[in-house]
């Protein structure tokens, strides 16, 4: 792969391709292919000794437009355009490791500012009215809630949880696997991964 013709669609395929034999988890390489389909348009035909930092602060602007979150409308938030830009560092990594860029050009991008949010907590009436409102819900949904409620964990940590988590003689549990959303072939498909340490 040292051909200095290389456009970055091909490398980036190869790079994928690359974490996906070296074991990388399956929902990361999922989520690669899925930002793929607007990187390749945008910077896909440039040659990798070609690329440069103006060519990603286009693409990034590009993304923040209107219209580019298909579901809202509106532009992509910061935290996916740095998404895009971390498979585009990623790829830009390996090039400089294999010696096909003297260095990774995504480091001189200028990135989005993502906003901290506000923690936005449920007050101790709030849960009181939740669990009031459980009462006449079926068990698992009386068990998922508390859960949520309880543990502080994500919806996909709870869903996550199989029988060997629970350690019953010390009340603890641990979060092993997530459940997550996926497009696969452009259907929203779960798929269950083990979590990130």
Known sequence: TSDSRLKFEEYCKYVIDLKEQRGIKHS???RYKELAVRIYPAIGHIKLKDLRADHLNSFYTDLAKPGQNKRTG?????KTILEHHRLISTV????????????????????PKVSKKEVNYFQPEQVAAIRDALDAEPLKWKT??????????????VLGL???AIDFEA???EVKHIVTQASIDGKKVLVQADRAK
């Open 28 to 30: 990361t390489i999922v």
């Open 74 to 78: 509106e532009g992509l938030s910061p």
């Open 92 to 111: 830009l990594d390996q090039a400089e490791k294999e010696g096909l860029v003297p260095f990774n050009v995504a480091a001189k991008a200028t990135l």
């Open 144 to 157: 998922l809630t508390h859960l949520l409620l309880i543990t502080g964990a994500r919806r996909g940590e």
């Open 162 to 164: 199989k029988w060997d």
């Open 171 to 173: 009340n603890t549990l």
